[in-house]
Antibody, heavy 117, light 107 residues
């Protein structure tokens, strides 16, 4: 069955970068867009962007350009999101999801990123 | 960006009730409206896509309807396991956008 397993919680200092992983199993990794979504209390869910692992094509929400960078390794069926120049505004739970059509059919369990001095 | 509005932030109902959750888009989204369930532990699942199509494994007590800018999710015969927050999402135009969520609680 389709599964997306994300990396564990991170505690980061302001100004640092963090790289979150999302390992896919149960399907052909290269063929489906991987989405990234941010969730903060009081801010709902925000779409950060997406990557198509087979081609490396990406689409970013304008709001997150310069903040997030997506990569994918088809040899290990793993997608990554790097967040740079972290501030307290980046403290959130980040989800990866597999897109089908224009809906997010399967989700990872989420990765909590806490930015604190 | 298309704004998605879920006016009701929380809803309380009894087991066995039928509840309806609403979602409004800031412009016509041509039925590209999807619904998700987020459990208290953070687990997120797709319930309904393209307004009314049930995702694999989703109980038939969930249903969706709507058109244009107005959409709804209905849960019939409410069960304890339905306690969660429900989000709508539009897939008509990038960037994809979500509603703010409706938290469903048991009376």
């Amino acid at each position: 069955q389709v599964q997306l397993q994300q990396s564990g919680a991170e505690l980061m200092k302001p100004g640092a970068s963090v790289k979150i992983s999302c390992k896919a199993t149960g399907y052909t990794f290269s063929s489906y867009w991987i989405e990234w979504v941010k969730q903060r209390p009081g801010h709902g869910l925000e779409w950060i962007g997406e990557i198509l692992p087979g081609s490396g094509s990406t689409n970013y929400n304008e709001k997150f350009k310069g903040k997030a960078t997506f990569t994918a390794d088809t040899s290990s069926n793993t997608a990554y999101m790097q967040l740079s120049s972290l501030t307290s505004e980046d403290s959130a739970v980040y989800y990866c999801a597999r897109r089908e059509g224009v809906w997010f059919a399967y989700w990872g369990q989420g990765t909590l990123v806490t930015v604190s001095a | 960006d298309i704004q998605m509005t879920q006016i009701t932030s929380s809803l309380s109902a009894s087991l066995g009730d039928r509840v309806t959750i609403s979602c409004r888009a800031s412009q016509d989204i041509s039925n590209y409206l999807n619904w998700y369930q987020q459990k208290p532990d953070g687990t997120v699942k797709l319930l309904i896509y393209y307004t009314s199509r049930l995702h694999l494994g989703v109980p038939s007590r969930f249903s969706g309807s709507g058109s244009g800018t107005d959409y709804s999710l209905t849960v019939s015969n409410l069960e304890q396991e339905d306690i969660a927050t429900y989000f709508c999402q539009q897939g008509n135009t990038l960037p994809f956008t979500f509603g703010s969520g409706t938290k469903l609680e048991i009376k």
